[in-house]
């Protein structure tokens, strides 16, 4: 019989944050993010925290509601262009953030839940993402030593789950979360849709639920899109 | 002089046939509008789809599809769709072709910086820095001179570096250069651009040849 991860809500997925931990959190931008969980975050008032996530959300939306209620002291992301407030705190000082490749990024995760402590990459090579970086020269080229990522808790967001955290991601929505799911102590997954067992193909899943602690059906997904662009009928 | 469009007409014409290609944000974005007659290529945007296709009709716009620039767009039969690491498996593991991206400043041994401006906007690298260590054949499409008049095509960069010797071709509104043996060399004028103009808007090593041909743009 397979296990069930169910909780009841984001209020029981997120119980055992607390402040100072660090988090890693799904999404490439505003896309596949865990609305639900985050809402929870900004409830509880966990202050301190470390969050990996490839952006910051928006200024309103998105990790950018942790920013403005300042419970975020670190980001490790690799791109935070769209949220101004993410800038003033970096620029400021008041917020330390490691910006990373995407690709390192994103191996890092991997690395991080596959077991894998560290590994080369010729990304960031020669500037100030290498400076004080190991370097290796492989096949004639330098690369940078990179370390893998982890986390206390990983809140991923996905389309469909069934109760034994087993996950399928929509579209672009998937980005980081597959790999996010890989490196968390607990990780918790976040779902459009919930369904029992037997109801998802095994050869159509994304996450296996080997990696997945928790789970939960979200309450409502505002989905908001960052950037309309449509082209005439 | 060439518009962005026109810039990114120019660069369509660098795609061949069987090419999978990854189009930057800006005026890299813009290729895909201009690609040639009889040539088949695949974009990928590296946030996770392979077989990107026209931004949607209104009204269908899909919040879980989007760009690396976060724009809906739409997926054209045969399209794929993958985590990041995988889409950056493609790009490291040299399976991407053709990178075209944009830059704030070029040096003539082939650097680009195009992610910060210290104490001023940081944006982030995104997946630039990946991009541009690994791929075999780097274009970026930029302006010739920044707002200020002064030149992007530089002895050396001033900014902090995305990636060292890796461009191979730039392309502006004013010109088509290569960079090889640490100099920009000048292959093509855009229409009605002097050589003359060209030498006074680039501030790294010019090589120019006896006859510098003017692009031809017509499909």
Redesign the interface.
């Known amino acids: 019989m397979a296990l069930n991860k169910v909780v009841a809500n984001a209020e029981e997925a997120c119980k055992g944050i607390t402040n100072g931990m660090t988090l890693m959190l799904g999404g490439f931008g505003l896309c596949g993010i865990p609305e639900n969980s985050i809402a929870q975050l900004v409830k509880l008032g966990v202050n301190d925290l470390t969050c990996i996530s490839n952006n910051a959300g928006v200024d309103d939306f998105g990790l950018g509601l942790l920013l403005q209620n300042k419970q975020i002291r670190k980001m490790i992301s690799s791109y935070v262009g769209e949220n101004e407030e993410f800038e003033r705190q970096m620029l400021s000082g008041e917020l330390e953030v490691d910006l990373i490749p995407q690709g390192s990024l994103a191996e890092r995760c991997r690395a991080g839940g596959a077991g894998i402590p560290a590994f080369f990459t010729p990304a960031g090579y020669g500037t100030e993402v290498g400076e004080g970086k190991e370097v290796r020269i492989f096949n004639g080229k330098p690369h940078i030593l990179e370390t893998a990522l982890t986390a206390d808790f990983a809140i991923v967001k996905a389309w469909k789950g069934d109760t034994a955290g087993n996950l399928i991601f929509k579209a672009t929505a998937r980005n980081f979360n597959p790999m996010m799911a890989m490196a968390g102590t607990i990780t918790i997954a976040e779902v459009e849709e919930l369904v029992p067992i037997g109801h998802l193909d095994p050869n159509q899943i994304h996450t296996p639920g080997i990696f997945v602690q928790r789970i939960f059906q979200g309450n409502s997904y505002e989905k908001r899109i960052e950037q309309r662009t449509v082209r005439k009928a | 002089m060439l518009d962005k469009n026109g810039i990114a007409r120019r660069i369509a014409q660098e795609l061949q046939d069987g090419y999978y290609v990854n189009l930057g944000i800006g005026i890299p974005t813009l290729v895909a509008n201009y690609i040639p007659q009889g040539i088949d290529v695949e974009f990928q945007?590296?946030?996770?789809?392979l077989g990107m296709g026209?931004?949607?009709?209104?009204g269908s716009?899909?919040?879980?599809?989007?760009?690396?620039?976060?724009?809906?767009?739409t997926?054209l039969p045969g399209a794929a769709?993958?985590?990041?690491?995988m889409?950056?498996a493609m790009?490291?593991g040299r399976h991407v072709q053709l990178t075209v991206l944009g830059a704030m400043e070029v040096s003539q041994n082939g650097?680009i910086a195009n992610?910060?401006i210290p104490?001023?906007?940081?944006?982030?690298?995104?997946?630039?820095?990946?991009l541009v260590?690994?791929a075999e054949n780097i274009i970026v499409a930029m302006m010739h001179t920044n707002k200020a008049g002064e030149s992007k095509i530089l002895p050396a960069c001033t900014l902090?570096?995305?990636?060292?010797?890796c461009v191979k071709k730039v392309v502006t509104e004013l010109a088509v250069l290569e960079i090889k043996d640490g100099a920009f060399h000048l292959l093509e004028r855009a229409p009605g651009v002097s050589v003359e103009q060209i030498i006074a808007a680039t501030a790294g090593k010019l090589v120019v040849p006896d006859v510098v041909p003017e692009m031809n743009l017509v499909d």
């Open positions: 945007s590296e946030n996770g789809i026209p931004f949607p009709v209104e716009e899909d919040p879980d599809l989007i760009n690396a620039g976060k724009q809906t767009i997926a769709y993958f985590d990041s690491a889409s950056f790009i490291r650097d992610w910060k104490g001023k906007m940081v944006k982030g690298m995104g997946g630039a820095m990946d260590a690994s902090p570096l995305t990636g060292v010797g």
